[in-house]
């Protein structure tokens, strides 16, 4: 099996996202001795945010590419086809003002290439991308997973479910930490929060 890592944080160690999402893909590597783990960091090399000559490049026929389109086309090749391999995606995804960092929703706007991941239909889109489990690591400042008025503001967790639905990917799940910026004791309920979902992954009671 294979799992692919992505972390998206700009906070380098001072990250929750990083830190839960190599605590989840250690509790998964234990469970798997002979997991493939492909990673790769999305605020250390970002992935350039689509324009009219990089969507030209990603999603336009080659025979027309200059050069510089080109790379862009081969570098988004690897984007999709690793994502394509994966069995298991394991995605550092903190919410920065309501919704992701930019760097994960140009990676996810890369990955939206018809005929690999989806495909249109008389009926509607079809998700092509089917058949692995998503870990999206989810942390947070403040706390929304409470009322209908606070989920209203999650333009994070609920932004990723949908573009993994559009992808056809139906097994989405969450491991979260929210209220870490509201002091220490919410902090730490928070991270314990996050361990105990990764425990329940592994089939383990958390510390």
Do not use: C
């Amino acid at each position: 099996m294979t799992l692919l890592h992505i972390d998206s944080s700009i906070l380098g160690e001072a990250s929750a996202s990083r830190q839960i999402g190599a605590d989840l893909v250690a509790a998964l590597a234990g469970m798997n001795r002979d997991l493939d783990i492909a990673y790769r960091d999305l605020a250390a090399a970002p992935p350039a945010h689509l324009d009219g000559s990089v969507l030209q490049a990603v999603r336009g026929d080659i025979a027309g590419l200059n050069d510089a389109q080109r790379a862009e086309r081969a570098y988004n090749d690897t984007l999709v086809d690793e994502f394509l391999a994966a069995d298991i995606v394991v995605m550092g995804a903190p919410m920065y003002n309501f919704s992701v960092p930019t760097q994960l929703k140009a990676w996810l706007d890369r990955l939206a290439v018809p005929g690999k991941t989806f495909r249109y239909t008389e009926t509607g889109p079809v998700g092509l991308a089917g058949g692995k489990t998503v870990y999206v690591v989810s942390s947070r400042g403040g706390k929304l997973a409470g009322s209908a008025a606070e989920a209203a503001m999650d333009h994070q967790e609920a932004y990723l479910k949908t573009m993994m639905g559009f992808f056809g990917i139906t097994d989405v799940r969450i491991v979260r930490a929210e209220g870490l910026g509201m002091g220490e004791e919410a902090r730490a309920e928070g991270l314990h929060s996050a361990a105990s979902d990764i425990a329940k992954i592994i089939g383990r009671k958390a510390a």
